[in-house]
């Protein structure tokens, strides 16, 4: 094992547009090299990466050790946007995490999330006809975009007219920390932030006299003692940056995914059926959210590197997922019908993603309706363009054709 410590400008790490299209090598060679490995660039900027994912696992369950109450970035003032008491959920470890969690988690269970497969399924339809007529455009701006912002507001009870300006605080937000030829930049993250902070505090004004079927109403109706505004807002935060570019990363990809392998695509159009149990594989080899930070607690000692406490240390779960260690030889290959008994792609343990059903529902009603309208479609995938930002791996731009 070869251990090293590397620059910010390595191409392992912070990719951002263009240098996602490929990371898979990249990924292979830290875990076969170096799956323990120092990143440093400067004060802020000095953090750990581990790889394989066995460890990656272990440290996303080991909450005691690996900490989130720091940031989920790997710079050390991670939390400097957030007030007292408004952190969000995914930045608190147990048992705070635990009994707020408690509270936001029964609109998002699997039967809950079944019930809104109606209008999700509508929604896809209505879009699908748009390409339909015009045979030829850009999935993302069609489908894939607007469909995770329309399931993050209705269940924000966010009113239909406001719903765009969540997509444009979103791509803001997430390309901060950006390149700066992409144009993102952390003042711009933060302005927007700021912005969505804003609207979501007057969301929350507006459901105490007006109540709706929503989780907002519901975090309302606990009271201040449980859930202060604050604490609601970075809720709100919380599901808008999480709920939207990481569902359009997997949809993307998985529209990338079903036109390089046409004889996996046979394989569900043959058998629709097998569609919603290769959901996982295809977020297994997506990964939208391709890594996150933590903070050791305590030293900690891995593959003969000792990272000591207080550290920071990136999770990534773009590599772990493809680890052949975990899931063979075809690791980094598509089989529609491997059976998998767990990824990261939703992390694990006490963060695993609360939204996971929703992101499955989500996956299978467009994939089946995809598959069922345009059975022979293509993504031109040499045209299609990645969108800034060092966590989230998505298309911003990608052309389809019907077929």
Partial sequence: MKSS???????????????????????????????????????????????????????ARDTSTFSSAQGLVPT???????????????????????????????????????????????????????????????????????????VVAHYLGVPVTDRARFDDWTQMIVAANADPDAGGDLGTGLDATMELFEYATGL??????QPGDDLVSDLVAVGEQVATPMWIVGFVFTMVTGGNDTMTGMLGGSAELLTSNPDQRRVLLDDPSL????????LRLTTPVQNLARTTTRPVTLHG???????????????ANRDEREFGPTAEELDV???????????????????????????????????DRFPDFSVDVEAGRYAAGPMVRRYEYLPITAG
Avoid at 275 to 282: G, T
Avoid at 337 to 366: E, K, M, N, T, W
């Fill in 204 to 209: 929350i004004e507006k459901r105490k006299v």
């Fill in 305 to 319: 590197e000792e990272i000591p406490e207080g550290e920071k240390v990136l999770l990534l779960y773009g590599a």
């Fill in 337 to 371: 019908r491997r059976p998998i008994d767990r990824i990261l792609s939703f992390g694990y343990g006490a963060h695993h993603c609360l939204g996971a059903a929703a992101a499955r529902l989500q996956g299978r009603v467009a994939i089946e309706q995809l598959l």
């Fill in 275 to 282: 569609i919603s149990a290769s959901i996982d594989e295809f």
């Fill in 76 to 150: 050390k003032d991670a939390m400097a946007m957030f007030e007292d008491n408004a952190a969000p959920i995914v930045m608190m470890d147990p048992p705070d995490h635990t009994a707020m969690r408690r509270l936001v988690s029964r609109p998002l269970t699997p039967r809950r999330v079944a019930l809104v497969e109606d209008a999700v399924r509508a929604f896809v339809d209505e879009r699908l006809d748009r390409l339909a007529d015009a045979g030829t455009g850009d999935i993302i701006e069609i489908l894939f975009k607007p469909l995770p912002s329309f």
């Fill in 5 to 59: 410590t590397v620059e910010l400008d390595d191409p392992y790490f912070f990719r951002s547009r263009d240098s996602w299209r490929e990371p898979w090598p990249a990924y292979r060679r830290l875990r076969d090299e170096s799956p323990v490995v120092k990143v440093t660039q400067d004060d802020d900027v000095d953090f750990w990466v581990l790889s394989r994912f066995a460890d990656v696992f272990d440290a």
